[in-house]
């Protein structure tokens, strides 16, 4: 049964008081709120995205918020996650979010999902749910999302963010474009950086998670002229939004005249996103590294190709920091006959530091696998983690 079926739900007399100000509202009134009531949410991320989306669904009176998360609150999330304190830290992050949430609106109902989204569970997961706002920070999830809501009939409030910028816009393949009509193809892998290497501005998930929340009122209510079909482009540092007009690909593998996608794949696969294995000999573990730096013969030279704030953040002693882009102009700063040991976060950007050393003459060079991650989870806990 769709939301749009269904009967709507009754309010009591906390709810009027509760949602006075949203009773006098000629478009939203006794007959909006109970929508809202009867409305069934499903947020796909309680993270920079999710959390303004969640605060605003539950206070707004969404009857049923729903939650896909298995991450645990960390001290780098507090910058913009705006649902946790530092009190949360350590805690499953979905543990935090519905005591928050009940406390901001008791007459929510939260529904807890703690798992990784994927092929094998989206379907069910989805399943239920009036509509979905896509709160992640990847795009083999956001492929995932978008398919099984076309597979399922379902509409959903995307939302990216990186830097100063966001997107924002309304998916429903029964009535325009999906996500794969705008982007039918990930970008190569090694041009998305992550979060904590692109960096990204706190306030701004609170601005794009707080459009996907208006979007997803607006679609319950029935009210307004909603993002189908339309990409709301917002640049922070401009101060300006400007939105461009999607059509529906007929060619769309997944909502097109003839698709081709009839049950969810591997997003992993599909974008890139599974590490290749690295080629014998191109790695060193942590534990290797370790042994290398405490034993009598010569130590190798650790190499850290990572970003000057990462630097600031954690590091391993003795390393020498030169960023990946700063490498093919340094090189001479690199002596060729000494072992050399490239780190970065996890592991990615050395291997293509240790690719360009070899292209550039240096025989003896690895990368450390993990990165300094691994090195702070096996090796030395006081190295800060992000």
Same mark, same amino acid.
């Given at each position: ?13 906390? =709810? ?22 009867? #409305? ?12 303004? #989306?969640?605060?605003?669904? $539950?206070?707004? /009176?969404? /009857?049923? !918020? ?8 960390? %001290? ?9 304190? %530092? ?23 939260? $529904? ?11 379907? =069910?997961? !989805? ?44 998916? &429903? ?16 892998? @090694?041009?998305?950086?992550?979060? #904590? ?29 909603? !993002? ?34 009839? $049950?969810?794949? =591997?997003? +992993? ?13 191109? @790695?060193?573990?942590? #534990?290797?590294?370790?042994?290398? *730096? ?12 990572? @970003?000057?704030? +990462? ?9 020498? !920091?030169?960023?990946?882009? +700063? ?23 050395? *291997?293509?530091?240790?690719?360009? *050393?070899?292209?550039?003459?240096? +025989? ?8 300094? &991650? ?7 806990? %006081?190295?800060?983690?992000?």
């Amino acid at each position: 049964m769709t939301l749009l079926e269904s009967s709507p739900a009754d309010l009591t007399p906390d =709810d009027l008081h509760r949602y006075a100000r949203h009773l006098s509202l000629p478009d939203v009134g006794i007959e909006g709120q109970r929508r809202l009531k009867a #409305a069934r949410i499903l947020l796909v991320g309680a993270g920079g995205l999710g959390s303004p #989306a969640a605060l605003y669904l $539950a206070a707004a /009176g969404v /009857g049923t !918020l729903g939650l896909v998360d298995f991450d645990r609150v960390d %001290t780098t999330n507090l910058q913009r996650q705006v649902l946790y304190g %530092t009190g949360d830290v350590g805690r499953p992050k979905l543990e935090a979010a519905a005591a928050r949430l009940r406390d901001l609106n008791p007459g929510v109902r939260v $529904a807890m999902h703690p798992l990784r989204l994927d092929s094998t569970n989206a379907l =069910d997961v !989805l399943r239920g749910y009036d509509l979905v706002l896509d709160g992640s920070d990847n795009f083999p999830t956001r492929y995932l999302v978008n398919d099984a809501c076309v597979l399922l009939g379902l509409p959903y409030v995307y939302g990216s963010i990186f830097r100063f910028e966001g997107q924002v816009s309304l998916f &429903d393949a029964r009535r325009g474009p999906c996500y794969r009509c705008l982007f039918a193809d990930p970008p190569p892998r @090694e041009l998305v950086p992550s979060c #904590a290497e692109g960096g990204v501005l706190g306030v701004l998930p609170g601005i794009i998670g707080a459009l996907q929340a208006l979007e997803a009122i607006k679609w319950v209510l029935g009210r307004g002229d909603t !993002l189908v079909g339309r990409l709301l482009l917002f640049d922070a540092l401009r101060m300006s939004f400007r939105e461009l007009a999607l059509q529906k690909d007929p060619a769309c593998p997944v909502c097109g005249e003839a698709p081709t996608i009839r $049950a969810l794949i =591997d997003y +992993e696969a599909f974008c890139g996103m599974h590490e290749p294995a690295a080629p014998a000999g191109d @790695e060193i573990s942590v #534990a290797e590294l370790r042994a290398a *730096l405490r034993g009598e013969g010569p130590r190798p030279v650790v190499l850290d190709v990572r @970003e000057p704030h +990462e630097w600031e953040i954690a590091r391993i002693p003795g390393a020498r !920091l030169i960023p990946l882009g +700063e490498l093919p102009g340094r090189l001479d700063e690199l002596e060729r006959g000494v072992e050399i040991v490239a780190h970065c976060h996890h592991g990615a950007r050395s *291997l293509r530091a240790v690719r360009l *050393l070899r292209e550039a003459g240096f +025989e003896r060079v690895r990368s450390l696998a993990g990165g300094i &991650d691994a090195w702070a989870v096996e090796v030395d806990p %006081t190295v800060r983690r992000y």
